[in-house]
């Protein structure tokens, strides 16, 4: 199966967060081709600088893992977003019961425009996909269905 992971999915496996390897055993046993986009890969490195100025991390250790981290990533694809995204994220923003952010909802608009499910821990994120008719999924959900 293809599916394009928003931060909160990825990183948690890159970063061994908690419950890292219940999302890396789902990946491997559906045998997911991941994809990220240029976005989620920025939000990443910003969540890694995060750790850097709150001192949780050296800078040149920061700097080493974000170095070995397209080896974990070998087989997935990198997006890029597009004018559309943005334009497609807004327009989801403007649906306030869904209660989204602006990250989330570009995640969401890439799943769409590529045709791709996405993958997200943000129990949120994934139910307002759902709603909007995007393939959405938590994999920490033990039976595998939508949030």
Aim: glycine share 8%; charged share 20%; net charge negative.
């Amino acid at each position: 199966m293809k599916a394009y992971f928003d931060t909160s999915a990825f990183a948690a496996i890159l970063l061994e967060d908690d419950r890292w390897q219940d999302i890396a055993e789902w990946v491997d046993a559906q045998q997911i081709q991941g994809s990220i986009s240029d976005f989620g890969w920025g939000e990443f490195v910003s969540a890694i600088g995060i750790r850097v100025r709150l001192g949780r991390a050296l800078a040149s250790d920061a700097l080493d893992f974000l170095g070995l981290v397209p080896a974990r990533l070998r087989g997935w694809s990198r997006v890029a977003i597009v004018p559309a995204d943005i334009a497609a994220a807004t327009d989801m923003l403007s649906k306030f019961a869904l209660g989204l952010k602006l990250p989330d909802a570009i995640h969401i608009a890439v799943a769409q425009r590529l045709g791709l499910t996405l993958v997200s821990t943000d129990i949120r994120q994934v139910r307002a996909a759902v709603s909007l008719g995007v393939a959405a999924i938590n994999p920490l959900h033990t039976d595998g269905t939508p949030s």
